[in-house]
């Protein structure tokens, strides 16, 4: 791990995407709440929260910190959901490598629940959208 | 979970890939090894197999099972890194989720080592190539 | 740990229960689903299923064991939920601190989205219903 | 999880209780040391203490938060052990989940050592009793 | 992780010490229950079977595999304590990493346990003293 | 855990030490990158930050700290592998369980890649060589 003992504290936030490819007939199921094992967006938002507060354990040099704030969004579209996660935190590092595991796994939870019906699934375009503080200032993903 | 219970263990393989893509730049440093905390793909490939043995911990709806083989490679392109993860176990069920779980964990920790150089990595096309054992049979990802 | 090297393997089952004492009030809220950090029995029963897979890390003496199968239930009374667990494995050993550890982490996930309006929460009444599987034989709770 | 960058980090302390229900020949063999693996207090409060420390992995709208200091007691009853746990730690989020979690795992563990001998004990009343520090102020349980 | 698919399930046992070195008022400390926070050699028997039952988590080409037995013994000497772990399964590897790792992490146990007074205690001599069971058969370490 | 509330937040640094023995063959394979399942020395660094990361996981009276750097080192000798750990943090309690626990699992894990070949490997030696910061100061272990 780097050091970051001169690092200031600061207001981290960090905003990234992921896109999962679906057949139609399985967007269909999930958006008529007909998956077997219940909702996969109510799951994958659980999972996706407690992976990022896990990011640490998962990516050897990720350093640990006290996240406060992880939202997950969902937007269906026709034969693809997109994944939005945005984390926050007061740290010395940012928070990016949260916010990128919490969609992995939102995408991964979404997948383990729709596999029996569709094996096709793609989980795609994991990205960082936008990312704020920290000494290197503001980061916006260029269009 | 499903019920699992009258299923038979029988011998489950699972292969899945995802591919990373990087600046051409940034593939050069990984490729001269000149990557500041160390070697991107040794240390990505022992938290992709700690992550596959970890997958039921991850996604809610996973099973818990003692995997018995992880292997992981990786394919160096110009702008890219393809990476495969094999999971082998003897079980009731498949192994799918511990493959595609190590590839998303392999890629996310490359991003975390190079992202100082290159915000703009993108983790994309994770997806089951191949699934062999159980009731269902082999099944192979169509071209 | 007791050696259990001698024992069979046969299936496991454990069905637990505990209740929630909840204000009309709070349970007004939960049932209209007005509670603020989205649905309490959604994400409870998320949290149950994990924390059932993995009740050997929580408790020393408990077995690591591959469950099969984690089911839980609500059922809402004026003041009260009532959260039923039932869990399978083939295994040696039973399954009844599995289920009893659902019950438990369902209980205190809805403690926790709801304690922002009703900190007088209570969780009373963990205990097991019936098992089944074993040498020691079926076992059901007296009424 | 809620946003709390703008809360202040100040001491906080939480108390929670919970009661076991066990046979009087169960609670004697306690108190004589004549349980086989051990003593299920000094276990329960280990178990206690680790389940405190990591309540954020199991609760999913928990905050991790590096908790500063857990202590648990057991007060002996003829039919009945209290579990008691405190915890404290200076952040801007409070610890009453970490010691609700202590009590209920220490319950369980206790649960674990003595149910081949005692099927029937009922961990109960899991609750709050005081909590300290913060914008709302002190609450107590009232009688 | 090599391939075990080949292998046979069978009874594995394996055995393994560690010696941790104290100064002789330390050791006087612990025999006379004086530590002021517990009893060290509790704590460590509690940490050393959970670390067992982890070691899959901490070492990366360690096999998960679910264990049946982990006896933990301390035996006093004049300024040392040899700690004994004796670990069962039925699988198809070995268990010496659960063996190495459970004397290991109770020797760091009780290290932290007592570092307040006597910050230069050594944990040596860990190693595997016994193993059985597999194709390899017994190994018993030479004097 | 002791109560750590009035203690103040400083850079906290400590440095930890073990020693592997092997056999002069398995130093050689070591050397000469020989090993089957890859390079100890690469796969241990990343265990052993892990393992320093989740400390307060394996110990029960550790507390839990956002830890900032981790450093791993390896000087190889004839018939003996040094291991090196060092860990800082800026935080109200020492790091020396990180950096004991970080050398003891870089040990393990040598051990576990190298077993099939070497049996009798050693972990000793395992002690703080140094810590500053903190009420108490700096401590450097006398030779």
Known sequence: MLDISRKHST?????????LKLAA????????????KGNPLEVAKVAAIQA?????????????????????EFALQERAIRITA?????????????????????GLTIYDMVKAVDRGVVIGNIRLIEKRGGRSGAWIRPE
């Open 11 to 19: 207001l981290r936030i960090a905003v990234a995407e992921a896109t």
């Open 25 to 36: 007939t399985t967007m269909a199921l999930i958006q008529q709440g007909r998956v077997p």
């Open 52 to 72: 990022a507060k896990g990011a640490s354990q998962l990516i050897p040099y990720c350093h640990p910190l006290p996240i406060q704030f992880v939202g997950v």
């Open 86 to 106: 945005t984390v926050k935190a007061i740290h010395q590092t940012g928070v990016e490598m949260e916010a990128l595991t919490a969609v992995a796994v939102a």
